[in-house]
């Protein structure tokens, strides 16, 4: 824990934003390349995270999950493949970190969220966004 932003007395931590500043959205953030899709899957966490709950709690069903997964997976695909894309001859291409970083958080929570049904649509998601990938840059 970093001890500059605990609370000495209680050692409970504290918020380390200064009073009376509003907390950016990542979207907001200077040097966002992509603002519109980085909007979009926070909102595809959002997704993620309700169905978690609703998974959670008995309240989903397994069929329905694996669509919803796969549904959320193929607007990532899109997402990913259609504005961050870097293409150059003779080499794979090259998806922006700031949208990658989004792929990365969505295979850990997946797997742990969503057990066995997340590890399938997963897979079929890293199928999907590779077989994107290599469609694009082959017209190119």
């Not at 990658?100 to 958080?105: A, G, I, N, R, S």
């Not at 295979?107 to 399938?120: D, K, L, N, P, S």
């Amino acid at each position: 824990m970093n001890t500059q932003n605990v609370n000495v007395k209680t050692a409970t931590p504290e918020h380390s934003e200064r009073y009376g500043e509003e907390q950016l959205e990542p979207w907001e953030k200077a040097g966002v390349k992509n603002p519109l899709a980085v909007r979009a899957l926070e909102m595809e966490f959002t997704y993620l995270e309700d169905m978690s709950e609703a998974y959670a709690e008995n309240i989903m069903h397994d069929d329905a999950l694996e669509e919803a997964l796969y549904e959320i997976f193929r607007r990532m695909t899109e997402l990913a493949a259609g504005c961050s894309v870097v293409y150059r001859k003779d080499e794979m291409p090259k998806v922006d970190y700031e949208i990658m970083q989004y792929w990365v958080k969505a295979q850990r929570c997946t797997r742990e969220w969503f057990g066995e049904i997340g590890e399938r649509a997963w897979e079929h998601a890293q199928y999907r966004l590779a077989l994107t990938l290599r469609v694009e840059n082959s017209y190119r």
